[in-house]
């Protein structure tokens, strides 16, 4: 089969078009027909070299977000069956392989049933920052009908994803963006008051909005540089998730607003088998609420397909994206 594989790490350009086996079908797996898969910050980090430990073994195929036809299925799978439309984060990490190549084996645990009301693309725009959002708003900050949140990046992927189910959940949404277009999809997204945080300062909008007090819940998507602006805007005893954290960081700002800070890496079930389940069972909640049209995928205008992975990447890194970017199979 065709793959878009790399043998080092470096620049958009390492990838390469190569013919490699199909996967074998194994117990608890299926084999999937790659439609479809998105560009996810970690994919990024992987290919240059940053989570060098992340990686699958050289020749390695990259990214996680697929969506796709189930061919094959493996002794002990029951969910599925050849001809089944699915999606999931599926792999594209050490110890599984990626979805850059015309067939996938996936963990089945891992994988559900794509929503009927999505195409492929805009399906495979969705795993990875719908189930981060669900952890980060549900399982981490709890957020219930009637609360206060804000949530940092509206338009990025895991930000646009949680405005949406936040206000699914009956919460308030505040919401920040860095330009009036964005603010727009912002407001399109379902944000109750969005904040241009180039224009408006943290202490302000947090007097404006909070009487000074601050925000109850965070769930800051955006960098790690971004993590001060989230603990000055929190409340005493208030509660932020962060999905980009530094290896070094100064705890007392924590300390002195006894704050509670929780953090999201989801790649973690796959890399150990035993959680496999947490974010196949976060997905089977998400894809009713996408069948109700209460979630839908911020997609960037410009499309791309597996031959142009090179350019996604380049694309991507240069910060011309407004939401997902998705990656559709010609071959």
Known sequence: MKAQVIRSFGEPSVFQLEDIPVPEVKPMYVLIQVKATSLNPIDTKIRSGVFSGLAPEFPAVLHGDVAGIVTEVGEGVTDFKPGDEVYGFAGGVKGSGGVLAEYMLADARLLTHKPKNLSFAEAAALPVVSITAWEALFKRAKIQVGDEILIHGATGGVGHAAVQLAKWAGAKVYTTVSTPEKTQIAKELGADVVINYKETLVRDYVDM????????????????????????????????????????????????????????????????????????????????????????????????????????????????AVGKIVLVNNW
């Open 209 to 320: 909005y909070t009487d000074g007090k601050g925000f109850k819940y965070i769930f800051d998507t955006v960098d790690r540089e971004n993590l001060e602006r989230s603990i000055e805007a929190a409340s005493l005893y208030g509660t932020i998730v962060s999905i980009a954290v530094s290896q070094n960081y100064n705890l007392s700002p924590f300390l002195l607003k006894s704050l509670n800070f929780h953090v999201v890496f989801i790649e973690l079930p796959i890399l150990h088998e035993e959680f496999r389940h947490i974010n196949g069972e976060i997905l089977k909640k998400v894809t009713p609420v996408i069948e109700e049209g209460k979630l839908r995928p911020l997609i960037d205008q410009r499309r791309f397909t597996f031959d142009e992975i090179s350019e996604a990447h380049e694309y991507y890194e240069a910060k011309k």
